[in-house]
């Protein structure tokens, strides 16, 4: 069993003046396999009632869940797309599945921001942030594999079956850890809650994110830039979009509220 034992948790709360504070916590996880000590530092400073500025820095960590350690390898079928090897199109044998050599994501990040309300029912913040994932876990893409073994790259071959004919029997896509994740952006938040009526109260919120980058580092050690794109310079699809969707530059919601 795959169970994480908190054995350390730790935090302190220090506000040193009024307009200044600080927060460290410390959280240790321990599972059969692998332990982690992971600490947050943050801190905030209010020079005025209108702005605050805030900022964090720490680490993470997190253990393969079970079904991406454990689920069996099962046949499946790819999409459609080209065997460049043969230049047939069709759809091709795959096996999926969990991966039990799979080892723990590790994470650096951190933030910087500020917040301000010029007038009562008005506020603005805007946050930059900084991630960075170690051995992130993916599902590779069959077409990227395919693409990359058959252009001879030594990572991807052993995962292309062939028969005497050369036509694809087999291709492994399961659960692997990349070279890691690189994430970077600006969260901004808008919110006006300042209109009340004889029929209720008003407000708006805008919550949008700017995604400055996302590149990936492959098993073989290439990087793919993914924000905004679906396909690599091979024309190979990303494992961002096959992995977690399309990575858009710019996304927000925007809300009316009665």
């Not at 390898?73 to 065997?83: G, W």
């Not at 492994?172 to 209720?200: F, K, Y």
């Amino acid at each position: 069993a795959l169970i994480a034992m908190l054995l350390m948790p730790f935090g302190l709360d220090a506000p040193f003046l009024k307009s200044f504070e600080a927060d460290l916590s410390v959280r240790n996880d321990h599972y059969p396999n692998a332990s982690s000590t992971n600490p947050k530092f943050s801190l905030k400073f209010v020079p005025v009632p209108q702005v605050a500025f805030r900022g964090s820095i720490g680490t993470g960590f997190r253990e393969p869940s079970l079904p991406e350690l454990y689920t069996p390898l099962a046949p499946a079928t790819t999409a459609i797309f080209t065997d460049p090897i043969t230049g047939e199109p069709g759809q091709f044998n795959q096996q999926v599945g969990g991966n039990p050599r799979l080892v723990p994501e590790k994470s650096k990040q951190f933030s910087l921001g500020a917040i301000v309300e010029p007038i009562k029912g008005l506020s603005a913040s805007a946050d930059y942030y900084h991630v960075r994932v170690d051995h992130a876990i993916i599902a590779l893409d069959a077409q990227t594999v395919v693409n990359l073994a058959a252009a001879g790259n030594p990572v991807y071959t052993p995962l292309v079956s062939r028969d005497s004919s050369g036509n694809i029997t087999n291709i492994i896509t399961s659960n692997v850890n990349s070279g890691g994740v690189v994430t970077a952006g600006v969260d901004v938040d808008v919110r006006w809650t300042g209109l009340r009526t004889a029929v209720g109260p008003f407000g708006a919120e805008l919550a949008g994110t700017w995604i400055q980058k996302y590149d990936l580092t492959t098993i073989d050690g290439s990087v793919q830039h993914s924000v905004g794109r679906t396909t690599d310079p091979t024309d190979s699809a990303i494992n961002a979009v096959t992995n977690g969707g399309m990575i858009f530059r710019w996304k927000h919601a925007l809300t009316v509220n009665w």
